[in-house]
């Protein structure tokens, strides 16, 4: 997967940016993958759509990475168990870590924006 003059100016950091395309790409269908790469659609969504879904993903990706960078070693193994940690249940713990999320993506996204 390559990723698009936007996401490139929010990667910093070259291994995660090489991280989240290739957790992208191995969430994709090999058919679109390849697609994506001959810059054709497929599986029902044309070029730009595939790179569009390809796009938000990889902002998943990258945020999600930023986050548990940030999280307590032992919050991100509970909350990979799917368990509680620090106070927090399961449930908590997941909503905490999506809300953070989304904030992520939406500086990350004022900040390509801006540039």
């Excluded at 497929?42 to 790179?51: E, H, M, P, S, T």
């Excluded at 569009?52 to 991100?76: E, G, I, L, P």
């Excluded at 940690?85 to 993506?105: I, P, W």
């Amino acid at each position: 997967m390559q990723a698009s003059a936007g996401d490139k100016a929010a990667c910093a950091d070259k291994a995660a940016c090489q991280a989240a395309c290739a957790a992208v790409k191995a969430d994709m269908h090999k058919c679109c993958a390849e697609a994506m790469a001959a810059d054709k659609g497929c599986c029902g969504k044309d070029a730009a759509a595939l790179k569009a879904t390809s796009s938000r993903r990889f902002s998943y990706q990258m945020a999600s990475a930023t986050v548990k960078a940030d999280m307590h070693k032992c919050c991100a193994e509970a909350m990979a168990a799917s368990k509680g940690c620090c106070g927090k249940d399961a449930s908590a713990l997941q909503a905490d870590f999506n809300q953070k999320v989304e904030q992520a993506k939406k500086a990350a996204e004022k900040e390509v924006a801006s540039r």
